[in-house]
C-alpha cells in the first residue's frame, strides 16, 4: 500500500495487520470495536478507497453531485469486483480538500470541513469502523452496517475537559515521570513523596484531558519502578480506561507493538515494515509489562543461550523442578510478544509448532516414496529440487551420487518434527542433540548428510518456506484445509504468523544459492 499514497500506508497500518487482517480492536475490544458492526469480513475481499472527493466550481456545490460522483464510482467497481468494501477517512478528506482549495489550514476549518465529509459519508450509509477514523460502507444488505442508524453510529464524545490548570503535586509526579536524568527508583521515590500526603489523596484519580491517570503516563513513558509503586499505592487505576478506551496496560502494548511492526523515517517520512526485524523488547519494556500484569520475570542476561534453550524446551513437569524455570518462561513470552501463554522460548507459538511438525512429517513422507525406490539420484535430485534450494550446489550435487546423503536429508525432516512434537525449538543446536542422544538411527545417514556439507538450517528453511506457501493468510491456505480441528483447536497467538521473525530466532536466515 506504501507505493500508492501515504493515506494507503495509514490505512494498512492503522485498520490492517500484514495480511490484510482488520484490526482485532475494531471489532473485538470493550471500547475500541466502537459500533461492533464490522468484524472479520473485512479480511476478505477487495478494498475501494476514496482519497479524494472534490466537485471543483463553487456553484456546483451542495447539489447532489459529490454523491452522484461515489455512487458512480461504486458502481463502477461493481463491475470490476464481486465484493469489495468502500473506505474513506474524514478527517483525510478534509485536509486534501483544504489543501486543493488554498484554504487557511487550521485545525478548527480541519474539524468542520472533516465532520462534513462524516455526514456526507454517513448519508451514503458508510459507518465508522471501530473508533478509528475510518468509515467503510458494503453493498451487503443484510451486513450490521447497513441496519445502523447513522445517529447510532459511533462518535467521540465530546471532549469535557477543557485546558486544565495543573494542580502542584501533580505537576511533581508528572515532572519526575518526563525527567529522564533520575533513575525509576528516584523517580518512584518522588512519586512516593507526593502520594502518601494525606491531603493529597483526592489526586490519586486525577485524570489529564485525555482522561490519562497518573499510572497512563507512567506506563506510556514505559518507566518499571514508577509503574509498580503506583500499582501498590492505587491498584485500582489499573482498570481505569483513557478517551481511546486503553487501560495502562493496553496503552503499553499498543505502543510495543507499533514499536515491534513499523517506524517511519527517510524522504516523506515513509512507513518501513519492522515485523521481520523484531528481535524481542529490551529488558526495561519487559519489566513495566510484569508490572502492570504482576508477572514474576528473570533478568536474561544472566542466562547463557545455551541455559534459555534447555529451559524452553524443559517440560512443564522438568519446569517443576526448577524454581526460576517459570518466571525464565513468563519473561521470554512477555519480551517476543507472546499472547498464547504457551510459547516455547517466548516465540514459537502453539500452531506454528504444529505447522512446522506437519510439514516436515510430511516432507519426510513424500521424499520417501517420490519418485520412487527405484529412481536414480538424477531423478531423485531433478524431481526433489523445490525442496533442496537451500543446499549449496556442491552438496545438490553430491545428493546425486551419495544415497546416505539423501536418506540423511529425508531423516533430517523426522528428527526436525520429533523434535517440535516434543515442544523443543527446532535450532540446529537442539536438533543435533536429539540425534545424538535421542534418535538411535542406523545406519547413520543424517551424520553423513551433515558430514558432507548438509545442514539443519537447509532443512529448517525448506520447512519455513513450505509453512509460509501453505498457511492461511500468507501462503494458499492449505495447511488450514489439511489440518482442520487439530489446528483450529490450538490457542490463537500474536505470534502465530511472524515466520520470519520466528524463523530468525531458530537461528536461520533465508538463503539464495546459485
Not at 473485538?28 to 458492526?37: A, C, F, T
Not at 476549518?109 to 458508510?126: M, P
Not at 477543557?162 to 528516584?186: H, K, M, N, V, Y
Not at 512446522?356 to 529412481?375: F, T, W
Given at each position: 500500500?506504501?507505493?500508492?499514497?501515504?493515506?494507503?500506508s495509514l490505512l494498512a497500518f492503522e485498520l490492517f495487520d500484514r495480511y490484510g487482517r482488520l484490526n482485532r480492536e475494531y471489532s473485538e475490544h470493550e471500547i475500541r470495536k466502537g459500533s461492533g458492526v464490522w468484524g472479520k469480513e473485512l479480511d476478505h475481499g477487495d478494498l475501494l478507497m476514496f482519497d479524494n472527493i472534490?466537485?471543483?466550481?463553487?456553484?456546483?456545490?451542495?447539489?447532489?453531485?459529490?454523491?452522484?460522483?461515489?455512487?458512480?464510482?461504486?458502481?463502477?467497481?461493481?463491475?470490476?469486483?464481486?465484493?469489495?468494501?468502500?473506505?474513506?477517512?474524514?478527517?483525510?478528506?478534509?485536509?486534501?480538500?483544504?489543501?486543493?482549495?488554498?484554504?487557511?489550514?487550521?485545525?478548527?476549518?480541519?474539524?468542520?470541513?472533516?465532520?462534513?465529509?462524516?455526514?456526507?459519508?454517513?448519508?451514503?450509509?458508510?459507518?465508522?469502523?471501530?473508533?478509528?477514523?475510518?468509515?467503510?460502507?458494503?453493498?451487503?444488505?443484510?451486513?450490521?452496517?447497513?441496519?445502523?442508524?447513522?445517529?447510532?453510529?459511533?462518535?467521540?464524545?465530546?471532549?469535557?475537559?477543557?485546558?486544565?490548570?495543573?494542580?502542584?503535586?501533580?505537576?511533581?509526579?508528572?515532572?519526575?515521570?518526563?525527567?529522564?536524568?533520575?533513575?525509576?527508583?528516584?523517580?518512584?521515590?518522588?512519586?512516593?513523596?507526593?502520594?502518601?500526603?494525606?491531603?493529597?489523596?483526592?489526586?490519586?484519580?486525577?485524570?489529564?484531558?485525555?482522561?490519562?491517570?497518573?499510572?497512563?503516563?507512567?506506563?506510556?513513558?514505559?518507566?518499571?519502578?514508577?509503574?509498580?509503586?503506583?500499582?501498590?499505592?492505587?491498584?485500582?487505576?489499573?482498570?481505569?480506561?483513557?478517551?481511546?478506551?486503553?487501560?495502562?496496560?493496553?496503552?503499553?502494548?499498543?505502543?510495543?507493538?507499533?514499536?515491534?511492526?513499523?517506524?517511519?523515517?527517510?524522504?516523506?517520512?515513509?512507513?518501513?515494515?519492522?515485523?521481520?526485524?523484531?528481535?524481542?523488547?529490551?529488558?526495561?519494556?519487559?519489566?513495566?509489562?510484569?508490572?502492570?500484569?504482576?508477572?514474576?520475570?528473570?533478568?536474561?542476561?544472566?542466562?547463557?543461550?545455551?541455559?534459555?534453550?534447555?529451559?524452553?524446551?524443559?517440560?512443564?513437569?522438568?519446569?517443576?523442578?526448577?524454581?526460576?524455570?517459570?518466571?525464565?518462561?513468563?519473561?521470554?513470552?512477555?519480551?517476543?510478544?507472546?499472547?498464547?501463554?504457551?510459547?516455547?522460548?517466548?516465540?514459537?507459538?502453539?500452531?506454528?509448532?504444529?505447522?512446522?511438525?506437519?510439514?516436515?512429517?510430511?516432507?519426510?513422507?513424500?521424499?520417501?516414496?517420490?519418485?520412487?525406490?527405484d529412481c536414480s539420484g538424477a531423478d531423485w535430485v531433478e524431481g526433489n529440487d523445490d525442496v533442496l534450494g537451500h543446499l549449496p550446489m556442491a552438496v545438490q550435487q553430491n545428493l546425486v551420487t551419495n544415497k546416505s546423503m539423501r536418506e540423511g536429508f529425508i531423516n533430517m525432516c523426522q528428527h526436525v518434527a520429533r523434535?517440535?512434537?516434543?515442544?523443543?525449538?527446532?535450532?540446529?543446536?537442539?536438533?543435533?542433540?536429539?540425534?545424538?542422544?535421542?534418535?538411535?538411527?542406523?545406519?547413520?545417514?543424517?551424520?553423513?548428510?551433515?558430514?558432507?556439507?548438509?545442514?539443519?538450517?537447509?532443512?529448517?528453511?525448506?520447512?519455513?518456506?513450505?509453512?509460509?506457501?501453505?498457511?492461511?493468510?500468507?501462503?494458499?491456505?492449505?495447511?488450514?484445509?489439511?489440518?482442520?480441528?487439530?489446528?483450529?483447536?490450538?490457542?490463537?497467538?500474536?505470534?502465530?504468523?511472524?515466520?520470519?521473525?520466528?524463523?530468525?530466532?531458530?537461528?536461520?536466515?533465508?538463503?539464495?544459492?546459485?
Amino acid at each position: 500500500m506504501e507505493e500508492l499514497s501515504n493515506e494507503s500506508s495509514l490505512l494498512a497500518f492503522e485498520l490492517f495487520d500484514r495480511y490484510g487482517r482488520l484490526n482485532r480492536e475494531y471489532s473485538e475490544h470493550e471500547i475500541r470495536k466502537g459500533s461492533g458492526v464490522w468484524g472479520k469480513e473485512l479480511d476478505h475481499g477487495d478494498l475501494l478507497m476514496f482519497d479524494n472527493i472534490h466537485v471543483i466550481e463553487p456553484p456546483w456545490r451542495r447539489k447532489g453531485l459529490g454523491a452522484k460522483l461515489v455512487s458512480a464510482v461504486l458502481d463502477k467497481t461493481r463491475h470490476e469486483s464481486k465484493a469489495f468494501f468502500a473506505i474513506a477517512n474524514p478527517l483525510h478528506l478534509a485536509q486534501e480538500r483544504v489543501l486543493r482549495n488554498e484554504e487557511e489550514y487550521e485545525e478548527d476549518n480541519i474539524r468542520k470541513q472533516s465532520d462534513n465529509f462524516e455526514h456526507f459519508l454517513r448519508s451514503l450509509g458508510f459507518r465508522r469502523v471501530g473508533i478509528s477514523d475510518w468509515l467503510a460502507f458494503t453493498d451487503d444488505d443484510s451486513h450490521p452496517s447497513r441496519h445502523l442508524d447513522k445517529a447510532q453510529d459511533w462518535d467521540a464524545p465530546a471532549q469535557l475537559k477543557g485546558e486544565q490548570i495543573i494542580p502542584g503535586p501533580i505537576r511533581t509526579i508528572l515532572d519526575s515521570l518526563a525527567d529522564l536524568s533520575i533513575s525509576g527508583a528516584e523517580c518512584a521515590a518522588k512519586i512516593e513523596e507526593v502520594l502518601v500526603a494525606e491531603e493529597n489523596a483526592p489526586l490519586q484519580v486525577w485524570t489529564d484531558e485525555n482522561d490519562n491517570t497518573i499510572l497512563h503516563i507512567a506506563s506510556i513513558g514505559m518507566r518499571a519502578e514508577p509503574i509498580s509503586y503506583i500499582m501498590s499505592k492505587v491498584p485500582q487505576l489499573a482498570e481505569k480506561r483513557n478517551s481511546d478506551g486503553y487501560t495502562p496496560l493496553e496503552v503499553l502494548q499498543s505502543s510495543l507493538d507499533y514499536q515491534r511492526t513499523r517506524q517511519l523515517g527517510g524522504f516523506g517520512r515513509r512507513v518501513i515494515v519492522m515485523s521481520d526485524r523484531f528481535a524481542g523488547f529490551c529488558q526495561a519494556d519487559v519489566e513495566c509489562l510484569a508490572a502492570l500484569t504482576g508477572t514474576e520475570i528473570y533478568d536474561l542476561a544472566e542466562l547463557s543461550d545455551r541455559d534459555i534453550w534447555i529451559v524452553s524446551s524443559a517440560t512443564d513437569e522438568m519446569a517443576s523442578r526448577v524454581p526460576v524455570a517459570n518466571p525464565i518462561r513468563n519473561t521470554l513470552r512477555l519480551k517476543y510478544g507472546c499472547t498464547c501463554g504457551q510459547c516455547v522460548g517466548g516465540f514459537l507459538s502453539p500452531r506454528m509448532q504444529f505447522a512446522l511438525a506437519a510439514q516436515a512429517e510430511y516432507q519426510h513422507d513424500i521424499l520417501n516414496d517420490y519418485p520412487g525406490s527405484d529412481c536414480s539420484g538424477a531423478d531423485w535430485v531433478e524431481g526433489n529440487d523445490d525442496v533442496l534450494g537451500h543446499l549449496p550446489m556442491a552438496v545438490q550435487q553430491n545428493l546425486v551420487t551419495n544415497k546416505s546423503m539423501r536418506e540423511g536429508f529425508i531423516n533430517m525432516c523426522q528428527h526436525v518434527a520429533r523434535c517440535l512434537r516434543k515442544k523443543r525449538l527446532p535450532n540446529t543446536a537442539t536438533v543435533l542433540d536429539y540425534i545424538r542422544d535421542e534418535a538411535r538411527e542406523w545406519p547413520p545417514v543424517t551424520k553423513s548428510f551433515l558430514q558432507r556439507g548438509g545442514t539443519v538450517a537447509a532443512v529448517a528453511n525448506m520447512l519455513f518456506d513450505k509453512v509460509i506457501a501453505g498457511d492461511e493468510w500468507a501462503g494458499d491456505q492449505t495447511l488450514i484445509e489439511e489440518s482442520g480441528d487439530d489446528f483450529n483447536q490450538l490457542p490463537v497467538c500474536r505470534n502465530d504468523h511472524e515466520f520470519n521473525f520466528v524463523r530468525a530466532m531458530c537461528g536461520y536466515v533465508e538463503i539464495v544459492t546459485e
